[in-house]
C-alpha cells in the first residue's frame, strides 16, 4: 500500500510566494489582506510618530484579523501563516506593494 504523498515543504521565498497566490484567488480576501496590511502601516507609522508604543499591540490584530476573515470566510482555507510565518508575512507586504504597483489586482489572474 502507498504512502500519501507529503505536503510541499517550501525552503525559498522565491519557491513560496507562488503557492501563497494560489491561496489568495479570491477578490474580497484579496481586499480584506490589503486593507489590513495598509492598516497596520497607517497605525505603525501614526504610533511611532505620535510615541504612542501601545498602538503597535494593535498591529497583528489588525493584519491577522483582516485576513485570517478572509481565509476562513471568503477563501475557505487555512492561512499559511501557521506553517510558514516568516513567508507569510513576507509574503503579505508583498501583495500589498504589488497591488500598489499594478504587478498584481485585486481580481486574481488566473495562470
Same mark, same amino acid.
Given at each position: 500500500?502507498?504512502?500519501?504523498?507529503?505536503?510541499?515543504?517550501?525552503?525559498?521565498?522565491?519557491?513560496?510566494?507562488?503557492?501563497?497566490?494560489?491561496?489568495?484567488?479570491?477578490?474580497?480576501?484579496?481586499?480584506?489582506?490589503?486593507?489590513?496590511?495598509?492598516? %497596520?502601516? =497607517?497605525?505603525? @507609522?501614526?504610533? *511611532?510618530?505620535? $510615541?504612542?508604543? %501601545?498602538? =503597535?499591540?494593535? @498591529?497583528?490584530? *489588525?493584519?491577522? $484579523?483582516?485576513?485570517?476573515?478572509?481565509?476562513?470566510?471568503?477563501?475557505?482555507?487555512?492561512?499559511?501563516?501557521?506553517?510558514?510565518?516568516?513567508?507569510?508575512?513576507?509574503?503579505?507586504?508583498?501583495?500589498?506593494?504589488?497591488?500598489?504597483?499594478?504587478?498584481?489586482?485585486?481580481?486574481?489572474?488566473?495562470?
Amino acid at each position: 500500500m502507498s504512502q500519501p504523498a507529503s505536503p510541499k515543504r517550501y525552503t525559498s521565498f522565491k519557491e513560496f510566494y507562488p503557492h501563497y497566490l494560489s491561496e489568495h484567488q479570491n477578490t474580497t480576501s484579496r481586499v480584506l489582506h490589503f486593507t489590513g496590511t495598509g492598516l %497596520l502601516i =497607517l497605525v505603525a @507609522v501614526v504610533a *511611532i510618530a505620535l $510615541g504612542n508604543y %501601545l498602538w =503597535l499591540l494593535l @498591529v497583528p490584530v *489588525i493584519g491577522y $484579523g483582516f485576513a485570517w476573515v478572509g481565509h476562513f470566510f471568503f477563501e475557505r482555507n487555512k492561512p499559511a501563516t501557521f506553517k510558514y510565518p516568516f513567508y507569510s508575512l513576507a509574503s503579505d507586504f508583498k501583495l500589498f506593494f504589488d497591488i500598489l504597483r499594478g504587478r498584481q489586482g485585486f481580481k486574481a489572474s488566473r495562470r
